[in-house]
């Protein structure tokens, strides 16, 4: 079954219409990455999709339209990693992954929130307040937190930033994993080596367009890659997987 | 633990409340107020000192939740229903109240201060809808409690006679002075269905720490718990306007002072905020007695001299983590 399909979906924001006409389908058991420039609408298209940004067009999770989903619903259906890392309170960090099943009563929540802490790796964080985290802390903990929704579907917007190579890839293969398991998993991504390594169907935005969507490299073609992000280059194949070679396109001024 | 502490606090505080006041009782007056509530010392304990302190008390808690249900919806430490313009709104309500001469009518100043601080949450509400920024809202609320006290000030103005100004300044600046059971009773009313509407909103708080996409997502229905939230805090700072005047500074500071016990858990920290405002506002209206001055002091003035250093302190260190 199908997660996620979004058809025809324009958001329109400030009088600008930043999304046209989009598609998306994420099937269970895969992890797709929507790409593009800065700018590009990856952002706006997982908003519009989960019905945070008032949008046209049909957006289904799960078969059902998000709008007509109530808040409890919505929530069981799909669990969200927002790109803005921010905590207001310097709560512990085992009481921020008890959020993500906030709807459930106190001791189940803890006890998902404490097996989502595990499940990263941050189990010995916690006890300690969010405050007095690292930022690749911080961001390993709301992780933990969109894993204990136990959501079958995760949205994640921009997951790898600001993280370090090696928690970058940690973060990476356990979304795989993730997958493997039967979640469906949506992440956007500003690197394209890891959404090509990783995901199992890359979609390219460019001004707020659909331009491609494949598998990984056929969907980064060179012409994409000149076209949506004026890159001049292509795909090298190494043990680790496909690396991108590219530099940018003279062009691009 | 932590509990037992504030509670034993509150306890003290409110026997010093009856037992200390401007009138200094002998052992012997104290054994008599005790065995005979009716006799002189029986009168100033039981009928003044305590239905004062217990007003005090009430109020405070009130204003303590408030504060804290404030901060957690705003996300902002610096929120509270002075900063947000229900205090101000509250005090021009019951200014407008008093100048149409509504002060004869017994309970018509008090309603107006609670309706007064329902329409400034209303307003606040209707905005928070749009300014999502918890920065954006609290300039709102700056604005809005400008306004609501230019408002107040035209009162002023055109009001005919001294007695009124008198009489609405009394309003303005605070106090439990004089105020019976039945008052404290009358103004519980709308507390406790302010403090039921904050333990209904509580959980939104929580979510709300990691901000408004992911509280939209968490599977709570924000927005009627944002609408309870809200319309908890005003009916709160309502009724302890309708039963002390307008005192500031109690709800931005009693959450402050559990908040690091508390693990800056936004939900932990109402009732515990509730428990540490009834302390802060009794100590401080026994200090208004204690005082020696020439006038009696209000309790507002001085809520407000201790409070408005520590606003400026709390500002300050927001403003360098902010930075940081």
Known sequence: MNALEVEHLSVDLGGRTVLVDAALVVPEGSLTAVVGGNGAGKTTLLRGALGLVAARGSARLFGEEVARLSPRRRAERVGYLAQER????????????????????????DALGDAALARVGSADLAHRSVFDMSGGERARVLLARLLAT???LLVLDEPAAGLDPDAQL????????????????????????LAARFCTRVVVLDKGRVVADDAPVRALSPEVLRSA?????GWADT??????AAQRSRTNG | MRWVLLVGLLVVALAAGVLLGEAPLTAEQYRQALNDPASAPGEIVWSIRLPRSIAAAVVGAALGLAGAVMQGLLRNPLADPGVLGVSAGSGLFAAVAVAAGAGAAAGAVEAAALLGALVSGAIVTAVAARLREPEALILFGVALSAFAGALTALVFNLSPSPITTAEVLAWLMGSVEARSMTDVAWALAPMLVGAALSAYAARALLVLTLGEETAALSGLPMARMRAAAVAGASLLTGAAVALAGVIGFVGLAAPHLVRGVWKDDPAATLWPSAL????????????????PAEQPLRLGVVTALVGAPIFALIAWRAARSWRG
Do not use: C
């Open chain 1, 86 to 109: 921010r905590v207001a309170w310097g709560m512990t960090a085992r009481r921020i992954a008890a959020l993500g099943a906030v709807t459930q009563p106190p001791r189940r929540a």
């Open chain 1, 150 to 152: 136990g959501a079958p």
């Open chain 1, 170 to 193: 940690a973060t990476l293969e356990l979304l795989r994993d993730e997958a493997r398991a039967g979640r469906a998993v949506v992440v956007t991504l500003h690197d394209l080596t």
């Open chain 1, 229 to 233: 992000f004026a890159l001049e280059g």
């Open chain 1, 239 to 244: 043990p680790a997987g496909p690396v991108l």
């Open chain 2, 276 to 291: 540490a405002g009834a302390v802060l506002l009794v100590l401080a209206d026994l200090a208004s007695r204690l005082i």
